[in-house]
Each structure stands twice: as structure tokens, then as C-alpha cells.
């Protein structure tokens, strides 16, 4: 790194500027360098992507256009469980509507909010898990469960919920 590059990487970007140098600055590892930052941060923050551009020089549009192009990407904050549910065609006429429903209570999660304000809970539906043959489908962070009804995918969350307690008390 250049002393030029040095004083740019300021506090607030050393992370980042270390997952571009695990990655040699190269612009064609753009997806990634956005992968990796996206870890660090559950999130691309619009001053590091920006911050990204300039590092690898190329346009602000471009990492911009990848980030929002590619769904495995949030540009909002995201909570540390994301909890997925399928509402593609098998799992809407199994009732993914009611999982919708529940998990959204279970959370006390609005319509229109899909993050908990304590940031441990991030709730979306999504077109198509793979998993049609289980519909309706849930996963919770990496564990897929199906053939679920409401009152089984709140036991889910209500025991993610029991860890996260407990973790917080240790």
C-alpha cells in the first residue's frame, strides 16, 4: 500500500481495506470484495461502497449496479438472524401466507419493517428456496425446515430467540 493509499484507508475503512488487499485491489473481484465486506458489516453501507469504487477505480455506478443487481446483496442493515421464507408457487398454495403471518407476529415486526429494532431478526419472503418438495419452506440463517405450519416455524424463532438470550447472558 501506497502512503497515498495509507492515509485514504482511515480507521473508519481499515476492514475494508484489508479484505481489498486480500483480494490485490483487482476490479474483476468485484463480487467478492462485496461478499467479504458485506460479511464484515451484514450490509453494504453506501459511503464503503462508494469508498470501494474509488479504491479500485472504477465508477461508483458499476459497484453500485452489482450491489443491486444481485439479491444475495442488502444495501440496509440487516440483523444477525435472517429468516427467509419461500413464497413461490409450492409454497403459497401450502400456506407460506401463514408463516408470513406468523413469523411477522412472532417478531412484532409491521408490513412495511423486516428488521427487529434490536437488529437480531431480519424477516423476507423470497420467490423460490429450491425446496418445493417441503413447501412451505423456512430457513433460519443456514437450517432449512419444511412442511411447516405457523405454530412449527414459531418454534423455530422462539428458539433462535432462547439462544440469543443466553448468549447475551454469558
Given at each position: 500500500m501506497t502512503p497515498a493509499e495509507t492515509l485514504v484507508c482511515s480507521r473508519q475503512f481499515e476492514r475494508v481495506c484489508e479484505i481489498l488487499d486480500d483480494f490485490h485491489r483487482d476490479?474483476?473481484?468485484l463480487i467478492p470484495i462485496l461478499q467479504a465486506?458485506?460479511?464484515e458489516y451484514r450490509y453494504l453501507p453506501?459511503?464503503?461502497l462508494a469508498f470501494v469504487a474509488n479504491a479500485l477505480d472504477i465508477p461508483?455506478?458499476?459497484v453500485y449496479g452489482v450491489a443491486t443487481f444481485y439479491t444475495h446483496f442488502a444495501l440496509a442493515p440487516r440483523g444477525k438472524n435472517m429468516i427467509k421464507i419461500c413464497d413461490g408457487t409450492a409454497c403459497h398454495v401450502r400456506g407460506s401466507n401463514d408463516l408470513v403471518k406468523a413469523i411477522k407476529a412472532?417478531?412484532?415486526l409491521a408490513n412495511d419493517e423486516d428488521t427487529t429494532p434490536d437488529m437480531l431478526f431480519t424477516f423476507e419472503t423470497v420467490s423460490c428456496l429450491g425446496a418445493c418438495g417441503l413447501a412451505p419452506v423456512m430457513v433460519i440463517n443456514e437450517d432449512v425446515h419444511g412442511l411447516l405450519t405457523s405454530e412449527q416455524a414459531d418454534e423455530f424463532v422462539?428458539?433462535?430467540?432462547e439462544l440469543e438470550q443466553?448468549?447475551?447472558k454469558a
Open positions: 476490479p474483476r473481484r465486506v458485506q460479511e453506501e459511503k464503503v461508483a455506478a458499476r412472532e417478531l412484532n422462539r428458539a433462535v430467540k443466553q448468549e447475551a
